[in-house]
């Protein structure tokens, strides 16, 4: 009679067992779920020009995944040696990060000392570059920095999600237009609204540009880095139909390549594309 008796509290505590056996089950999986990933893609041409002046790179580490884009300014000379030095200072200096607890504080420094060492390397001569990096943390948020007229964008649930501003006289003429200052045909007929306003390799340069916020990216979002050689030859739509197609983000970039080249514009510019699509996270339980 003794022993029956137990048996309900043999019962209640195999249930116990069993239900703490399924939370921690529970916790596992979710813990896996917060793992991030990130696929990468990127396409480059050199256009009608002799150089190719753009360089770009990845690095991925436990910090994340680093993307940079450099255009160095073809109009100066040793634009290939400003992108190529700004990048690699980047990559350099990320890959030797142990935490990275400040990225607008990375950002800023990894920018100025590159901007040190062009303005030392080319001792006196022309050249300069611009700059965009993205940061996409292990918890998938994007941290980003720009400098000069290469552009950021997110491409999410077909629409694009502009990140970072163009750094550029047509940015002040605008100003002066919202302020009624000049109408707008003012502003689209300056021939200097191009013209840079800010870039890497010279000794006035003063900041970057850098997300106050870091951005939450979805499952699916295509973070893009562009030079002006990609939106300056294809239209939104152009790229908005090449970017919704649920193939691989290398896929995409060299399609958004081969769509710039088939333009056959006389004046083609370098033009490089790198695309950091998030493809994991956040699983549902």
Same mark, same amino acid.
């Given at each position: 009679?003794?022993?029956?008796?137990?048996?309900?509290?043999?019962?209640?505590?195999?249930?116990?067992?069993?239900?703490?056996?399924?939370?921690?089950?529970?916790?596992?999986?979710?813990? !896996?779920? =917060?793992?991030?990933?990130?696929? #990468?893609?990127?396409?480059?041409?050199?256009?009608?020009?002799?150089?190719?002046? *753009?360089?770009?790179?990845?690095?991925?580490?436990?910090?994340?995944?680093?993307?940079?884009?450099?255009?160095?300014?073809?109009?100066?000379? /040793?634009?290939?040696?400003?992108?190529?030095?700004?990048?690699?200072?980047?990559?350099?200096?990320?890959?030797?990060?142990?935490?990275? @607890? /400040?990225?607008?504080?990375?950002?800023?420094?990894?920018?100025?000392?590159?901007?040190? !060492?062009?303005?030392?390397?080319?001792?006196? =001569?022309?050249?300069?570059?611009?700059?965009?990096?993205?940061?996409? *943390?292990?918890?998938?948020?994007?941290?980003?920095?720009?400098?000069? @007229?290469?552009?950021?964008?997110?491409?999410?649930?077909?629409?694009?999600?502009?990140?970072? &501003?163009?750094?550029?006289?047509?940015?002040?003429?605008?100003?002066?237009?919202?302020?009624?200052?000049?109408?707008?045909?003012?502003? !689209?007929?300056?021939?200097?609204?191009?013209?840079?306003?800010?870039?890497?390799?010279?000794?006035?340069?003063?900041?970057?540009?850098?997300?106050?916020?870091?951005?939450?990216?979805?499952?699916?979002?295509?973070?893009?880095?562009?030079?002006?050689?990609?939106?300056?030859?294809?239209?939104?739509?152009?790229?908005?139909?090449?970017?919704?197609?649920?193939?691989?983000?290398? @896929? #995409?970039?060299?399609?958004?390549?081969?769509?710039?080249?088939?333009?056959?514009?006389?004046? &083609? @510019?370098?033009?490089?594309?790198?695309?950091?699509?998030?493809?994991?996270?956040?699983?549902?339980?």
């Amino acid at each position: 009679m003794e022993e029956q008796g137990l048996i309900p509290y043999i019962i209640v505590l195999g249930f116990l067992i069993v239900l703490l056996l399924l939370l921690f089950i529970r916790k596992s999986l979710a813990f !896996q779920g =917060t793992k991030f990933s990130v696929e #990468i893609g990127n396409g480059q041409t050199i256009g009608r020009r002799k150089e190719q002046d *753009d360089y770009f790179s990845t690095a991925t580490t436990k910090n994340g995944t680093l993307a940079v884009l450099a255009d160095g300014i073809s109009g100066l000379k /040793n634009g290939r040696i400003a992108s190529t030095l700004v990048v690699t200072t980047f990559v350099r200096e990320y890959s030797q990060l142990e935490r990275l @607890d /400040n990225v607008e504080d990375f950002f800023r420094k990894v920018a100025l000392q590159s901007n040190n !060492q062009i303005v030392q390397q080319l001792n006196g =001569t022309s050249g300069g570059t611009t700059l965009v990096a993205a940061v996409i *943390d292990e918890q998938g948020y994007l941290h980003w920095g720009a400098v000069g @007229d290469s552009i950021i964008t997110i491409f999410r649930n077909g629409e694009f999600i502009p990140v970072n &501003q163009k750094h550029t006289f047509e940015s002040i003429l605008e100003e002066r237009y919202l302020s009624g200052e000049i109408t707008e045909v003012d502003v !689209q007929k300056n021939p200097m609204k191009k013209r840079l306003i800010n870039y890497l390799g010279y000794e006035g340069y003063k900041n970057m540009e850098i997300g106050r916020e870091a951005i939450k990216l979805n499952k699916g979002d295509k973070v893009c880095l562009y030079s002006d050689g990609v939106y300056n030859s294809l239209t939104e739509v152009e790229m908005e139909r090449i970017l919704s197609q649920k193939i691989a983000p290398y @896929d #995409i970039a060299q399609e958004i390549i081969e769509a710039v080249e088939q333009k056959r514009l006389k004046n &083609q @510019d370098n033009a490089t594309i790198v695309i950091l699509e998030r493809t994991a996270g956040d699983l549902e339980l």
